[in-house]
């Protein structure tokens, strides 16, 4: 099973993470500092990384830069009290792969290491296919006939998801928890709004509606 390392210095969120994450089957490490996790990181190879930013001894944002200058491309996921988007531009431009506020539903960040998870399994390159449409991932940008398209944070989430289900029909409810979690009233329309966006952007035919189940990637 996949082996996750928490960074996080608050005791209590760290022993409650790694409780709820060993019952899921997962194995955990848990450090309080930012220069014990890149001493560990160097021993254990974690699969995944939840990053607190306040840690006592030096940032999230530097241990995360830290990663990736070395070459680590483990996915990591920033778990924050803070929740300005300055701090999420900041986090993603880092190199973060997530990035969620506190107080955290467990249910959210299970669904997201779950898909951070999968993707990183699922994929042996940087790049996501179908057909025509390539994500770089690393990067985070999309093109349709080698042409770029600008996509937003959450327009790109949207098509990552279709990318790593090919073929399958995503019901509103998959998509709303994979790219909203629960930040979204569940009677929102925010699904079918973002599919006019994506269809605008990348052709009005590229994902089909499957009426009163979903959409899937054509």
Known sequence: MSHILIVEDEAEIASFLAKGLTADGYTTTAVNSGTSALAIMQQVHPDLVI???????????TVLQHMRSAGLETPVIILTA??????TVSGLQSGADDYMSKPFSFEELRARIQLRLKKDTTTTTSVLSHGDLRLDVRNRTATVEGATVELTAREYSLVEVFLLNPGRVLSRDELLEAVWGHNVDAGSNVVEVYMRYLRRKLGSDRFVTVRGVGYRLK
């Open 82 to 87: 803070r929740s300005s988007v300055n701090d």
């Open 51 to 61: 990053l607190d930013i306040g840690l006592p001894d030096t940032d999230g944002f």
